[in-house]
């Protein structure tokens, strides 16, 4: 069985500094990091992984955290932020493709295997894809979901 791990990281950052507001309100957003390699190791739990994708926007200055990801074996897809309608650069496109390298996972590999998704995103996106409809996709076909998140995040969705 292998496992096939998916990380949104705008989601698993954004999740550390909202967690990061509760734990120790003064601490400026800005100072919060995430350590990656035990990010990768904590999500992978020594297993055999067959699929490692790493994906998020491009902000300045953040090249060192995805050669990091690189020399970890995770391909990281990268998507340049575009402008909104009012100014402000957005992220866009970032949850679609990690639905669509799930689907190709899910299409390319016969269970039982094990679908890893670390996000804090449960939306649906513009265009009508999203993590839970992809999890349910792997159940369906007898794989096994796992749904790594900050507890902040769904905290902040459900209130």
């Known amino acids: 069985m292998g496992v096939h791990v998916f990380i949104d990281n705008s989601n698993i950052y954004g999740g550390a500094q909202r967690a990061a507001r509760t734990i120790e309100p003064a601490v400026v957003d ?40 690189r020399a970890y074996s995770y391909d990281t897809d990268l998507l340049r932020r575009v402008e909104h309608d009012d100014g402000r650069l957005l992220e866009q496109g970032v949850d679609e493709l990690l639905h669509l390298k ?13 679908l890893v998704i670390v996000s804090g995103d449960g939306a649906v996106s513009d265009f009508n894809t999203g993590f839970p409809l992809q999890a349910s996709r792997a159940l369906r076909r007898g794989w096994r979901v796992e749904v790594w998140s900050w507890i902040e995040q769904a905290l902040g969705r459900i209130r």
């Open 102 to 114: 799930i689907a190709n996972a899910l299409l390319d590999h016969e269970p039982p295997q094990t």
């Open 30 to 69: 800005r100072a919060v990091r995430v350590y990656y390699r035990n990010l990768f190791q904590v999500v992978e739990q020594g297993q055999p992984v067959l699929t490692r994708v790493l994906a998020g926007s491009v902000p300045p200055g953040n090249d060192k955290l995805w050669a990091h990801a």
